[in-house]
């Protein structure tokens, strides 16, 4: 559909843009509003979405659900980064959540902070709001303090530093503002909400549009539930089956390292933190619900986008890693993605593999902005309006990446009191056993479409380690077939993950057309 003049398809009316209005035949259609959410670690494999009926049935239900939406890394830093910028990590450069890996460096705000989709809209005309978690290492003094106020961003109230329920700092338009351990005014994912509610209150009768980012501490830790909800779900157990407590004997040492069954202590800590997680989720309901509200009260919801999504997965278990994130199986890179608003029909579901980094020119496009054209994702906006025109759904890419650089501590062993050998690896709560390391550094291309549905994985380490699954004959990626596989096809994905680890702009996005065997 073309925004910018024309014709659109299938309705033969003169369309052009002016200002912050749609013209259509003499009549004016306001540009459309957008609402983004923002959940953190919040999978969608593992039952991640399970207490969010509200959320389903105000979003998904009334737009588009996408069950294939995967993240370019499975950490925090790296994912919110490609949001932001719409690239891939080797092309943003945030590697993993610390400032040598330009989380919210000096490195990264002269470079790729200059150019997200809050620049982008801004620049479009849009008024900006911003509340809650933004990057890690964000407002801390290596980084500029909470004095730094991302470019684009007309309101800003940003979380200094990482995920926290009480016992925070804010950056309010600059100005550090500490919060304690009062419920009633410090829960953060509250606190997003009220001011949320505040901005539209604020904002609501101006015939200027907005876009309004919500980033929640939900479900990350330290899992502080709001207290009406501490007693939910008190017999939940993590998901059994598929590859829990399963030994990853064919996988990457890490897997391997792995104690398996786990220790009992690990299973029951593994339990506890999927009910918490869930119980955090309940308050992420909770503000969904009050902003659809309030949109629907001030008369503006018919016009205003609203999506729904998190950072990257989680698993609780898995290959008898008791929780975290940061591996390359479907639980820890898929994640929901649920959109609504203007000519998006109701109840559809896309099944076309879409990313992270298609967030950004999404939101550009929605806007009626310009995407740069060193953007690496897509707008979905073809896919959510295929319905309504003439030429039908477009050919849509194949290959997605995944990427990740492993973090580490040179002595780990006196902060989890493992054994004094435990050196370059990070995450062994509980039981001593690791979630990450220096050598968990790896890129993936992970492959889905009517003809194909792989993945294959390329280590940096000492063994050169490699992982292929083919999700069609093992969807719970038990058993690595790299040395049962087609030598043939392991050649051609190999191939094409030096093209897309390579990647910028469109070469990120063309579709593989050689036939992959099933």
Request: net charge negative; charged share 20%; aromatic share 10%.
């Amino acid at each position: 559909m073309n925004m910018a003049g024309g014709m659109v398809a299938g309705v033969g009316v003169s369309v052009f843009l002016c200002c912050c209005v749609l013209v259509v035949q003499g009549s004016t259609v306001p540009r459309p509003n957008i609402v983004f959410i923002l959940t953190d670690d919040q999978d969608v494999v593992l039952e991640g979405m399970k207490v969010m009926n509200k959320t389903k049935s105000l979003i998904g239900d009334m737009g588009a659900t996408f069950p294939n939406m995967f993240v370019s890394s499975p950490l925090c830093c790296p994912s919110r980064s490609s949001i932001l910028t719409g690239k891939y990590v080797h092309n943003h450069g945030a590697v993993n959540n610390s400032v040598d890996g330009d989380c919210s460096s000096k490195a990264w705000q002269d470079g790729p902070e200059r150019s997200t989709f809050a620049t982008q809209v801004k620049t479009a005309g849009y008024r900006t709001f911003f509340a809650g978690k933004y990057l890690n290492q964000y407002g801390f003094p290596s980084t500029g303090g909470p004095g730094h106020i991302p470019p684009g961003w007309d309101w800003w109230i940003g979380l200094i530093g990482n995920s926290r329920y009480y016992d925070y700092a804010l950056s309010v338009n600059g100005t550090k503002q500490k919060h304690g351990k009062l419920y009633s005014k410090d829960y953060l994912t509250d606190v997003i909400k009220n001011q949320s509610l505040h901005f539209l209150d604020t904002v609501g009768a101006s015939p200027d549009p907005f876009f309004m980012m919500l980033s929640t501490p939900a479900a990350h830790s330290p899992f502080d539930s709001a207290p009406q909800y501490e007693h939910d779900f008190v017999d939940w157990k993590a998901p059994r089956g598929g590859s829990y407590n399963v030994h990853g004997k064919d996988k990457h040492w890490l897997l391997r390292f792995a104690p398996s069954p786990m220790k009992d202590t690990s299973v029951q800590y593994a339990d506890s933190i999927f009910r918490k997680r869930m119980r955090t989720l309940l308050s992420v309901e909770d503000l969904v619900q009050a902003v659809m509200t309030k949109l629907e009260d001030q008369g503006l919801l018919y016009n205003t986008y609203v999506i729904f999504s998190s950072d990257n997965g989680y698993h609780y278990g898995q290959f008898s890693l008791p929780e975290d994130k940061r591996q390359l199986y479907e639980f820890d890179i898929r994640v929901p993605l649920l959109i609504r608003g203007p000519g998006i029909k109701a109840g559809q579901t896309i099944t076309d593999p879409v990313m992270n980094i298609d967030l950004m020119p999404t939101i550009i496009e929605m806007a009626r902005g310009e995407t740069p054209a060193d953007v690496d994702g897509r707008s979905l906006m073809p896919l959510l309006l295929s319905t309504q025109m003439e030429t039908g759904a477009p050919e849509w890419r194949s290959d997605l990446l995944v990427e990740h650089q492993g973090e580490w501590a040179l002595h780990a062993w006196p902060k989890y009191n493992c054994p004094h050998w435990w050196t370059l690896v990070t995450g062994c709560v509980p039981d001593c056993v690791c979630e990450d390391s220096y050598n968990n550094t790896y890129s993936c291309v992970r492959t889905l479409s009517t003809r194909a549905n792989l993945m294959y994985c390329e280590f940096q380490d000492d063994e050169n380690f490699k992982e292929f699954y083919n999700l069609e004959k093992d969807p719970h990626q038990l058993n690595n077939a790299i040395n049962t596989t087609d030598p043939n096809v392991l050649n051609f994905m190999s191939e094409r993950l030096k093209e897309l680890v390579a990647c910028s702009g469109k070469t990120c996005s063309y579709r593989s057309e050689q036939m992959l065997m099933t």
